[in-house]
């Protein structure tokens, strides 16, 4: 496969620059599914964010509602690695409302994404699963690998290796689609944890060779990062060039990841001080992500280094739905109902509903004063 996937990266590159570049707008629509995804196969975020942004311009110029829950889909899991998961909840209830209205319904693949990297496990299991029984209804083979990358990202938050090695070993050994890319970095870490090296480093192999042929900051950040956790020798230069790989892209979760695993490291190098920058900075990105078990899988580190962190609370009600609260903050920045709804592909009346429910939860009554009740995040607080 190695090979093979070699000779396509330049392949998916070439077919996407003739579609965003030499195709009409009707063409377009028809393949932009397809370029996307490619994006992801590739590594590559900025082609990602920027395909699926233009299949969303597309949707809006032409009417094509029909694929809209799709286009949803992508863009909504860009904000998950991004790590925007107010703004990808929003899209999700927006995906929704869209598959209901265009009878289109789909698996909910983002939605899976999502809940494994919010990692609460009741409710990840519950969609997880769900959408596990719901692809196979379907028959969508390639569902399953999804929905078993998702298990083994809320596995490794969570702590519990043994359970994201076995979900990560079943993508690897039945699919070489998508999720292969990103359950390999999965795999190799939490192999590292239960003590499984050869199984890690015939992994990194398989990984190195992917990467390689992509190219990507992201790419290749992602395999520092998984390197630096089989090569002890090198792992300080490997970790440091993973975060500053990680660091020039949008998937700002494998960025954070990048910071944790440093920390862990140099945490069992008895390097007390060092680990505490890199698993602060961990904990505060997760924390302001939403993402609750690797925060606190951040947060126990630090405890052992002998700093207390307090569990972060959020600052947003929680009694407003995600889209209320996405609707609220851009309010609160100033866009217009009708700008509000644009971005969420809704009716300016959807807008003016969900406000209205805003302001009755908030205990205010007008939009002036969503800044007092809705101050920007602020980062987790650290107590030394």
Known sequence: MSASYAAAVPTLREAQRA????????????????????????????????????????????????????????????????????????????LQEASELTGSPLAPYHGAGLVAMRGREADARRLID??????????????????????????????????????????????????????????????????????????????AERTSASGTEWALGVAARSRALVDEDDAETLYREAIERLGKTRVAVDFARGHLLYGEWLRRQRRRLDARKELRTAYEMFSKFGMEAFAERARVELLATGEHARKRTLETRD?????????ARLARDGLSNSEIGARLFISKHTVEYHLRKVFAKLGISSRTKLAEVLPPESSAALAP
Do not use: K
């Open 319 to 327: 009694d407003l739905t995600p889209q209320e609260a996405e609707i």
């Open 19 to 94: 579609i965003v570049n030499g195709m009409s707008q009707a063409e377009q629509l028809r393949w932009m599914w397809g370029a996307t995804v490619s994006t992801l196969l590739l590594w590559d975020d900025e082609a990602w964010e920027r395909l699926a942004d233009r299949n969303l311009q597309l949707i809006r110029e032409t009417g094509a509602l029909g694929e809209l829950p799709s286009a949803l889909g992508h863009r909504g899991q860009m904000h998950v690695f991004a790590g925007q998961l107010a703004s990808a909840a929003s899209l999700y209830e927006a």
């Open 130 to 207: 769900g959408a596990r029984a719901e692809v196979i209804g379907r028959g969508e083979g390639a569902g399953l690998e999804f929905m078993d990358w998702a298990d083994s990202v809320l596995y490794n938050g969570l702590g519990r290796y043994g359970e994201a090695l076995a979900a990560a070993e079943r993508v690897l050994d039945n699919s070489e689609l998508v999720p292969v890319n990103w359950a390999m970095p999965e795999l190799i870490e939490a192999a590292v944890r239960v003590g499984n090296t050869e199984l890690a480093l015939e992994t990194m192999n398989r990984l």
